[in-house]
């Protein structure tokens, strides 16, 4: 089944919360680009990751600009997917701001199945301990335009049913 995606899509959440994973299959729904936001993170980023030590707003700053420019080279229809953590809404409204139109879909999960997730993946630097201080940086997103919460236990089919019903309801 193909959905016209009018819009630009984040989909955002804590690591291991299925962000590259759904987003993906939302691409490949639409037939948009995918943008992996990983990909993004300066060679220092992801050396303090790999390390185990959290970014912080500087850290991230320049990678949500490169985020934004690789998305707004992907303009039109249908709209990119951008797979990115987004964790504050200053980073959300700042990917806003710079990529018009667009909607955000944030991936809730529990903190257990986070770990669980991130404990099993292999290639990726990102290690489990950094999970409790992606969740203490996470702010949910209340009162934010275009904005949804989905639960990222569920299958991934159940959740991109959802996100589709959501997006032609915008």
């Not at 185990?52 to 850290?59: C, H, K, N, S, T």
Request: overall charge neutral; aromatic content about 6%; glycine content about 8%.
């Amino acid at each position: 089944m193909r959905f016209e995606n009018r819009y630009p899509l984040l989909v955002a959440g804590v690591s291991g919360c299925g962000k590259s994973s759904f987003g993906e299959a939302w691409a490949r729904r639409c037939a948009a680009p995918f943008i992996e936001g990983d990909r993004y993170h300066s060679p220092e980023s992801i050396a303090k990751m790999s390390a185990g030590i959290p970014l912080e707003d500087a850290d991230r700053s320049a990678w949500l600009d490169r985020i934004t420019d690789a998305a707004q080279a992907q303009r039109g229809v249908p709209g990119p997917v951008l797979a990115c953590s987004a964790l504050k809404r200053s980073y959300r409204d700042r990917l806003r701001a710079g990529i018009p139109g667009l909607r955000t879909v944030l991936l809730e999960i529990p903190r257990e199945l986070a770990i669980g997730r991130v404990a099993h993946r292999s290639g990726h630097y990102m290690p489990v301990s950094l999970v409790d201080s992606q969740f203490s940086t996470l702010e949910l997103p209340h009162d934010e335009p275009r904005t949804m919460l989905l639960d990222a236990s569920r299958p991934i089919g159940t959740m991109m049913d959802a996100t589709e019903s959501w997006l032609a309801a915008q």
